[in-house]
């Protein structure tokens, strides 16, 4: 994780472009060629921040109540880990926005990101699995109805946080939005967006989640 602070860091003062590998590593106080052995690029250097900041909004959905619906799990996991300040600093939050705002822009970054993203769903589909269908344990091979639940609902997520990063959130304003979006109130919407999806129906193929 240090390699990827170290990273961020850079990128967020100089750019990507100014940005070298070699400068990673020597801001990380390590070697180019331990740089390598853990990274084949400098994009993939912030791989980990951004598996992190994933992995922490699928298992506050994990922790929410049990008493709550899928929906509200889901919304429980957004205000637990998109609201700034809460579980992340400001500080991080800024580094955060900063990095997924340059994922727009360049095409390396951006497959981290979205391999990052992809490889949640796993995790976000076996939580929809423990609580539609009580599977204990959770079957290795998920249905694709459970599957495309957890694409989905990953995609309201990711789309917010992405157009919050890129300030696509200002937007709007002459439509008489009165205030600048967040990303949870981003997130809320889109989800809310999904409130006609049969969530409950991904339950009645008990024997294959």
Not at 47 to 69: C, D, F, I, K, T
Request: charged residues 20%.
């Amino acid at each position: 994780m240090e390699i990827a602070r170290a990273a961020a860091g850079l990128f967020v003062r100089h750019g990507l472009r100014a940005t070298r590998a070699e400068d990673i590593a020597q801001s990380a106080g390590i070697a180019p060629r331990t740089f390598y052995r853990y990274f084949a690029t400098k994009e993939e250097a912030v791989a980990p921040l951004y598996a992190a900041g994933a992995q922490r909004w699928v298992e506050a959905v994990r922790a929410a109540p049990a008493a709550l619906s899928v929906p509200e799990a889901l919304e429980h996991g957004v205000r637990y880990t998109l609201t700034p300040g809460v579980g992340v600093s400001i500080n991080s939050w800024t580094w955060v926005r900063t990095l997924i705002g340059m994922a727009e822009s360049s095409p390396a970054l951006r497959r981290v990101w979205a391999e990052v993203y992809q490889a949640s769903e796993r995790s976000l589909g076996e939580i929809f699995a423990e609580r539609l269908t009580n599977a204990d344990p959770v079957p290795s091979v998920l249905s694709p109805e459970v599957r495309f639940a957890a694409a989905v609902a990953s995609a309201a997520v990711r789309t917010a946080v992405e157009g919050w990063a890129s300030g696509e959130a200002q937007g709007g304003a002459s439509a008489g939005a009165s205030a600048v979006a967040g990303p949870v109130e981003l997130a809320l919407r889109n989800l809310r967006a999904l409130r006609d999806f049969p969530w409950g129906e991904l339950g009645t193929e008990r024997g294959t989640v």
